[in-house]
């Protein structure tokens, strides 16, 4: 009996610790990355200095996140990325889930042992794509149907399923389902999607910490503030996600066709609502102006395709404004795009003759002004982040605020 009831005792023993042991791990899974605030703009700004550390590495705030839909900073490889002094960047959901499909994303061990990047990556959650691109879409209370833009075939996202597709790409960074309401969107619908945007959040929560962790780095949620253009449905979403806890916070719906004048009233006000000690994420934005403003709102981090896109149009953002690189009054201008820039293109290369690729459909200039523009937007963060430190902010922001909106120089 007594060979017995000490078997038994090891036995009930041993099932404990190991109840402990997944209890202590599911927690280091699900705990927050370390984010601290480093200083706090002292010329009178909301400017700060944060830091974000992941398994892949810091990230050092105010950041701007390249992106990469489709697992590929368009035309550019992640050696040149690196050149570029790009911490972090974005993929997204929606995308990856349709191509290469979560099983491919499974075998090849995550995105980042996929496309070769190893900093971190922060995914979006596919619901603005769902809404921007898909086909035909069905809000019901647990998630959203829609038909896939490639191929017509039907799909389903739910909160759990999109931390499921989240889990299979492997980002540092995870976006909960969120519903972005259209500009403009009456009162009353954009009431109706913000509470099934904190509905989703919390069942996005719940899928976080049942899913488990597929290639053992720590990966963390963060939550999307919505609530279009009304004052009292900021607060609403703000007030009600911030209960929830997230490690982290982005402002949604915003650069969706609103006006100026919109944009700059509800940024300050939606970004003071967040906490001091959590990320502030402003997703979609944007010109070069736009990201001076923000941080002087107290905004950490931005995405946007414009320094991509626009680059692959001919447009390169300078120091100096845009330059359209195909006007005729740049066809005998033998400078570089911007004096004061130290990327490959500028170095080597002056502007006729990146107007001579782009007059003649050649496709290696669509990858030099690439380069150049996201070198440049990077330039532009760390040259905040001196400057927060420096404690002169707010009259570098004056100063260089003219100068970058200029529209062609
Ligand atoms: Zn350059």
């Not at 990856?96 to 499974?106: A, E, F, N």
């Not at 809404?131 to 998630?143: E, M, N, T, Y």
Request: proline content about 5%; hydrophobic content about 40%; aromatic content about 10%.
């Amino acid at each position: 009996m007594v060979f017995l009831s000490k078997l038994h005792l090891r036995s009930a023993d041993q099932g404990f610790w190991e109840v402990v042991q997944r209890v202590e791990k599911r927690s280091a899974e699900i705990a927050a990355h370390p984010f601290r605030v480093l200083l706090e703009d002292k010329s009178g700004t909301s400017a700060r200095r944060t830091v974000l550390s992941t398994e892949h590495g810091e990230i050092q705030t105010p950041h701007f996140f390249p992106v990469g839909t489709l697992g590929v900073v368009k035309t550019l490889t992640p050696r040149e990325l690196h050149e570029s002094n790009v911490q972090a960047m974005l993929s997204n959901s929606y995308h990856l889930y349709l191509r290469p499909g979560l099983d491919i994303l499974k075998q090849a061990g995550g995105l980042h042992k996929f496309m070769r990047w190893d900093r971190p990556i922060l995914t979006d959650s596919g619901g603005f794509q769902v809404f921007s691109l898909a086909d035909i879409r069905k809000v019901h209370p647990d998630g959203v149907r829609f038909q896939s833009h490639l191929d017509g075939s039907y799909h389903e996202f739910t909160p759990a399923s999109v931390v499921s597709i989240q889990r299979h790409i492997g980002s540092d960074m995870m976006m909960v389902l969120d519903l972005c309401p259209p500009y403009p969107c009456s009162h009353g619908q954009a009431d109706e999607w913000n509470r099934l945007t904190t509905k989703w959040a919390k069942m996005a929560q719940s899928a976080e910490q049942e899913q488990p962790l597929l290639y053992g780095h720590r990966q963390n949620l963060w939550a999307i503030v919505q609530g279009s253009t009304y004052h009292d449905l900021r607060r609403e979403s703000a007030a009600a996600l911030i209960d929830l806890n997230f490690p982290g916070y982005a402002i949604g719906g915003m650069a969706v066709g609103e006006p100026k004048s919109i944009f700059h009233e509800l940024v300050p006000l939606t970004a003071e609502l967040l906490p001091k000690d959590k990320p502030r994420y402003l997703m979609g934005v944007g010109f070069p102006e736009d990201l001076l403003r923000c941080v002087s709102w107290g905004i950490d981090f931005f995405d946007c395709v414009l320094p991509t896109r626009n680059g692959r149009n001919g447009c390169a953002f300078t120091w100096n404004g845009r330059v359209i690189i195909k006007a005729a009054r740049h066809k005998e201008q033998f400078i570089p795009l911007d004096a004061g820039c130290a990327c490959y293109t500028c170095q080597t290369y002056d502007r006729a003759y990146l107007r001579h690729l782009f007059v003649c459909d050649e496709m290696l200039g669509l990858r030099l002004i690439s380069l150049h523009n996201i070198h440049f937007y990077q330039d532009l963060m760390r040259q905040m982040r001196e400057h927060i430190e420096g404690g002169d902010f707010s009259s570098w922001l004056e100063s260089v605020l003219p100068r970058v909106e200029q529209k062609d120089s």
